[in-house]
């Protein structure tokens, strides 16, 4: 029930297009869901959040759509350029709660230019 | 200073070295983190400190011994590791103590290679 899904496992869009990375959980306590963007040699950067009250959260380019009824949440990354070549990783924690970050198992998108 | 930073960047050791880890932060965050990075998996939480004190350990073997010298400090000492051993080791850290709604901030790793 710890679970978080995520697909696909890479993605290759050209310049200009748009990104979409899903993810799915099953644990019903999860309020918090983060992004993880990773370059090669660095370490994972939050790059956008979301919590169950809204179902949209946009900053800038990068989009997270939320359907709670579905438990299932996605980034959308708009207009993407070669830069946003990286891993994302999904997450889910429970706020306020010891338990850690729930990771997804990671998407590597490739944006050709 | 946004940042945490961790020493050395690589490292290669025999299974019957010792070494140690360094992260450091200077954000004035309560809880540091210890992660294990295999190439194309998420990262595997290992410990956790909370002012300073060890909270959680996600069952690592003692052959993974971390330290909390004080709150900008965090060190992982290695003794008698194994090949499967070898990945990315991530440092991080967060204002409050627990991560549900708290912005987790990266090292760049150490990547550590044992032969």
């Known amino acids: 029930q710890q679970q978080v899904k995520q697909s696909p496992q890479s993605l290759i869009v050209q310049k200009g297009g748009i990104s979409i990375i899903n993810c799915a959980y099953e644990n019903t306590a999860f309020d918090y869901f983060p992004w993880y963007q990773q370059f090669p040699g660095k370490g994972p950067a939050l790059l956008i959040a979301?919590?169950?009250?809204?179902s949209e959260k946009k900053e800038g380019r990068f989009t997270i759509s939320f359907n709670k009824s579905a438990k299932q949440f996605s980034l959308h990354i708009m207009d993407s350029q070669p830069g946003d070549s990286a891993t994302y990783f999904c997450?889910?924690?429970?706020?306020?709660?010891?338990?850690?970050?729930?990771f997804g198992s990671g998407t590597q998108l490739t944006v050709l230019p | 200073d946004t940042e945490v930073t961790q020493t050395p960047k690589h490292l290669v050791m025999g299974m019957t070295n010792k070494k140690s880890l360094k992260c450091e932060q200077h954000?004035?965050?309560?809880?540091m983190y210890w992660y294990k990075q295999k190439a194309k998996k998420p990262p595997e939480l290992m410990f956790v400190y909370s002012y300073e004190k060890l909270s959680i350990n996600e069952s690592v073997p003692s052959r993974f011994s971390p330290e909390c010298p004080n709150s900008s400090l965090l060190n992982l000492h290695l003794h008698a590791l194994q090949p499967e051993d070898s990945a990315l080791y991530l440092c991080a850290s967060s204002q409050g103590v627990y991560p549900g709604g708290e912005k987790l901030f990266f090292g760049s790793g150490t990547q550590l290679s044992v032969l």
């Open positions: 954000m004035g965050h309560r809880a």
């Open positions: 979301i919590r169950p009250d809204v």
């Open positions: 997450a889910a924690t429970s706020s306020g709660s010891a338990r850690q970050l729930t």
